[in-house]
């Protein structure tokens, strides 16, 4: 009876491969998002204020980072998770797949999303003209919590790697 029930979790883990696979789609989604953002700006960018082309760029690079980080949870959460991925030789390997634990995979997680918050964060502060000074002080407090949770986690990690260690 135990080897079943152990076998049966042990399979229930492709459960999360279509989920893994609707990450591809919000790439996707993303990528869309990001050259209406580019096709919206083109016909402007003589008129366009620097702070708007800054801003502009700025949601660039935010969309570039999450799409990033999502192809990383997706193929890393895969390999870790559900199943090692077998690329064919010639289709360029990644050079960070299959080295990625779930430890480091949140690690690398909370490090994107401070990038993000970093990013999202210089959008309010370049705009900060047309923003609350009660709206700026709440995105310094939620990024400040982002930063100390990134920390923290890498701090338990680097803790528990040294006691697994010793």
């Known amino acids: 009876m135990e080897r079943i029930v152990e076998n049966l979790m042990y399979s229930l883990r492709w459960l999360l491969a279509p989920i893994y696979l609707g990450l591809s ?3 996707m989604l993303l990528g869309v998002k990001f050259f209406q953002e580019l096709f ?3 016909p402007l960018i003589f008129t366009m204020p620097e702070v708007d082309l800054i801003l502009l760029t700025l949601t660039l690079i935010d969309i570039a980072l999450v ?3 999502l ?3 997706m193929l890393s959460g895969y390999e870790n998770f559900v199943s090692t991925l077998n690329i064919s030789g010639d289709t360029e390997k990644l050079a960070w797949l299959g080295k ?3 430890g480091g995979l949140k690690n690398k997680v909370a490090a994107s999303i401070v990038a993000i918050s970093s990013i999202h ?3 309010v502060f370049m705009n900060a003209e047309n923003t609350s000074i009660e ?3 709440w995105y310094v ?3 400040l919590t982002f930063v100390g949770s990134a920390f923290a986690m890498g701090y338990l990690d680097k803790l528990t790697r040294k006691s697994a260690n010793d």
Do not use: E, R, Y
């Open 100 to 102: 990625i634990d779930s």
């Open 121 to 123: 964060l210089l959008k």
């Open 135 to 137: 709206k700026i002080k």
């Open 71 to 73: 192809v990383m949870v």
């Open 67 to 69: 799409g990033g980080l």
């Open 141 to 143: 407090i939620i990024h």
């Open 25 to 27: 789609i919000a790439v």
């Open 40 to 42: 919206h700006a083109i």
